[in-house]
């Protein structure tokens, strides 16, 4: 029984001699064997510190682009703080990818007096010109596009249609009522029954709209790209044609108001599609 102590002590004596051989433990930044996100961030920041080109920041190098378009319009360049360092569409067809469209304010304007007579092109600002003949497909919507214009616009000329239509001399077919009963009767009320044989879209549809959009040579000055050069119908020009007509109308009503507009609208483009 005396010597089961003795093996103890003995075990006892054995395991600090170890324990006091083997080294110190130190702090875990101070050892060679450091986790691996701690020694790829310290690589990184003695990589960008100590190499010879710090990397190229796209930021500074458009701020500088953009100096050289302080005195530029808006409408003739591109922001460079809007434009990626790559273009990701790669088109079937590079050929496709290729469009042209007027940059020139004397022939813009050129427009404006054959549409809206020879004091045309003062009526609007020369931005508000630009945007009011610039789709969303061209250049990606990046300097601005004619969609909010067109819908101000449009709807101006459903007005215009419509106080015509109700106005009209044509007298409406009256309608039999097979029970005999007779309809309240008002002299203000008597044009609502044209509005049963004629109603706007009849007197603005879109081929009559793109058919007075080509007599008057917008398709020249409209900046859009299309999706199919070969085919302007499949890409949709009846619609962006009518779309650029509303927008005009649009521009001019926010910039004189609706008496001028509406006189526009019926001398200008309602006669051309009478």
């Not at 050892?31 to 691996?36: G, K, L, V």
């Not at 309240?184 to 009849?202: N, S």
């Amino acid at each position: 029984m005396a010597s089961r102590p003795a093996c103890r002590a003995a075990r006892l004596a054995l395991n600090t001699s170890r324990a006091s051989a083997l080294p110190a433990r130190q702090p875990i930044l101070a050892t060679s064997a450091s986790p691996r996100w701690l020694s790829s961030s310290t690589t990184t920041e003695t990589t960008t510190t100590s190499g010879s080109t710090p990397p190229r920041n796209e930021f500074a190098a458009a701020e500088e682009g953009r100096e050289n378009f302080e005195d530029r319009p808006r409408w003739s360049y591109t922001p460079p703080l809007a434009k990626a360092p790559f273009s990701i569409g790669r088109p079937k067809n590079p050929k496709r990818s290729v469009w042209t469209v007027n940059e020139d304010p004397a022939v813009l304007d050129k427009f404006y007096e054959r549409f809206l007579g020879s004091q045309g092109a003062g009526l609007l600002p020369e931005e508000l010109k630009w945007l009011a003949v610039t789709h969303k497909s061209f250049d990606q919507g990046r300097r601005g596009f004619n969609d909010r214009l067109a819908y101000f616009g449009r709807q101006a000329i459903i007005q215009e249609v419509t106080k015509n239509i109700i106005s009209s001399a044509e007298p409406a077919k009256p309608i039999v009522d097979p029970h005999g009963r007779q309809p309240f009767q008002h002299p203000a009320l008597a044009g609502l029954d044209h509005l049963v044989e004629k109603q706007p879209h009849d007197v603005i549809s879109r081929e009559k709209m793109h058919k007075v959009a080509l007599e008057v040579g917008l398709l020249k000055v409209l900046r859009w790209k299309p999706r199919l050069p070969e085919n302007l119908a499949g890409s949709g020009v009846q619609v962006v044609l009518t779309g650029a007509i509303h927008a005009i109308f649009g521009a001019i009503s926010l910039q004189h108001g609706a008496e001028v507009t509406s006189r526009l609208i019926q001398e200008k483009l309602l006669k051309r599609l009478a």
